[in-house]
């Protein structure tokens, strides 16, 4: 697996400065990259082009090598809203995809089950979404993506509509989870400590030249503590970055 | 139990206004004001005889009939509407303004293209529910979040499957909203039908009611009429609609709603 993103500009208007400006980057099999930035950055446009929900206007992303036009299973995305389905289940939101391609129900089932056991809601799965919180509700999102097996695994800020207390619950069994099934993820965040907390490296981007500020590799051995002091150094540098850009 | 005993309050005061009008003062004549006594015996000799149950029966398979073709043709024509940028922009405006027409200005062209028949009376309900449907199927889809679309298009649904595992099931609720409504137009534009024509149905027994001077049979179709209009909306629109509002978290448990 590779995804390569090369001179990738989009601009939503003529005459307009680019939201993106000539970005590449390659993400690696198996890695975990967090994008940051100051909100107007075009993180999330690089994540929507990335998904195909929307067209550059030059450049190219490449998975596999082949040109990506549209959206795809295989490039699965967890939004910051979670986007279940209320007529739906529990279980059945995280089967919806496995449904939508088509699988035997018999392995839907057991996919489904193992995955909601992995994000701790298998007590939960014949619950409706308004009868669960929000932090249930994001995992069950993250459950539903997971069950696809996608490529590339792609997070437009899914914890960041959350408390702060649900949300760093959930980014400690995010880190767990991926420490665990290796998937490629790419994740949008404007929390440096989130990034920091996740990454094998983080992307700044810059908000007024809007290209890549710095890739800063994170070396620091999972799982991560917020409190020490090579995190907080870390954290302070990519802040550094992200404020002069 | 509450809902009797305010029927009941109701009914004498009707009672008491006739005894004060047509028999103290006598400022009104009986043929103009039902009493209701005498609605009610009238109620029990039409239902005696038969004439308002082959009225009742008449008149709702009617209006199911028109109902249901109405229904179909809203569906279709909805889709369509949403569909096609070009039908949005230029027929939609039409749709819309045709759905203000009360159904009664249908009758003329229904008679000289159907005569005095069935057809004629079923044609003013298609038309008088059709476009509302059309247009509450319209808004429906336009209503659907984009979020479910977003989700449903990442996890590699075709365009096919969007309207199927998405789009149609989230509209279900303002659809039966838009259904009921065309119900009770179908149920009004019905009304207008039957009064014109002479087969037998709730809208003839109210002009025959008319014809002969018989104001307590006038009354007692009326109130038939509302009656019926009053059970399909309570116990079979609204009960699916609750059911599922309920289930999706869209009212609480225990909301009088």
């Known amino acids: 697996m590779s995804l390569v993103i090369n001179k990738l500009s989009k601009k939503y208007a003529d005459g307009e400065e680019d939201t993106l400006h000539k970005i590449s980057l390659t993400v690696e099999k198996g890695e975990f990259l967090c994008i940051v930035g100051a909100s107007g950055c075009g993180k999330s446009t690089l994540l929507n082009l990335v998904a195909g929900l929307e067209q550059p206007t030059s450049g190219e992303i490449l998975l596999d090598g082949e040109k990506i036009s549209g959206p795809g299973a295989e490039r699965v995305v967890m939004f910051q809203e979670h986007g279940l389905y209320p007529w739906l289940s529990v279980i059945d939101n995280v089967k919806f995809g496995m449904k939508l391609a088509g699988i035997a129900p018999n392995i839907q089932e057991e996919k489904a089950m193992h995955y909601l056991e992995m994000v701790h809601l298998q007590d939960y799965k014949d619950y409706m979404p308004h009868q669960i919180s929000g932090g249930m509700k994001q995992r069950t999102a993250l459950a539903r993506s997971l069950t696809m097996d996608a490529k590339v695994l792609l997070m437009d800020e899914p914890f960041s509509a959350l408390d702060k207390q649900t949300s760093n619950r959930l980014r400690e069994e995010l880190q767990k989870i991926w420490m665990e099934t290796h998937k490629t993820v790419l994740f949008i965040t404007h929390s440096v400590e989130e990034a920091v907390y996740l990454a094998d490296r983080v992307v700044a981007l810059s908000a007024s030249t809007r290209e890549i500020a710095k890739i800063i590799p994170i070396n620091l051995k999972r799982p991560r503590h917020v409190y020490d002091t090579e995190f907080t150094e870390l954290r302070h540098r990519i802040l550094d970055i992200i404020k002069e850009g | ?257």
């Open chain 2, 1 to 257: 139990m509450q809902l009797i005993i305010f029927l009941g309050i109701l009914i004498l005061i009707w009672q008491g206004a006739y005894w004060l009008g047509v028999e103290i003062f006598q400022t009104v004549k009986s043929y103009a004001v039902p009493s209701p006594l005498d609605v009610g015996k009238r109620f029990v000799e039409l239902c005696n005889d038969g004439t308002l149950f082959q009225a009742i029966g008449n008149s709702l398979i009617r209006g199911i009939i028109g109902f249901v073709i109405a229904v179909i043709i809203g569906i279709i024509l909805g889709l369509l509407l949403n569909h096609f940028k070009y039908l949005q922009k230029n027929l939609k405006p039409l749709v819309l303004g045709v759905q203000t027409l009360p159904s009664v200005c249908w009758v003329p062209f229904s008679i000289l293209w159907f005569g005095l028949s069935n057809q004629a009376i079923l044609f003013v309900v298609i038309m008088g529910s059709a476009f509302s449907i059309a247009i509450s199927v319209d808004n429906a889809i336009k209503n659907v979040l984009p979020i479910y679309i977003k989700v449903a298009r990442t996890m590699g649904a075709s365009k096919q499957q969007i309207y199927t595992h998405v789009i149609f099931p989230a509209c279900i609720p303002e659809w039966i909203v838009g259904l009921k409504q065309g119900w009770s137009f179908a149920w009004r534009a019905l009304m207008a039908g039957e009064v014109m024509t002479t087969s037998i149905g709730l809208g003839q027994t109210l002009i025959t009611g008319r014809d002969l001077a018989d104001i307590n049979q006038v009354t007692v179709v009326m109130l038939v009429i509302v009656i019926v209009g009053i059970f399909f909306d309570k116990y079979i629109f609204s009960i699916a609609e609750k059911k599922i509002l309920r289930k999706r978290g869209l009212i609480s448990e225990n909301s009088y709603r």
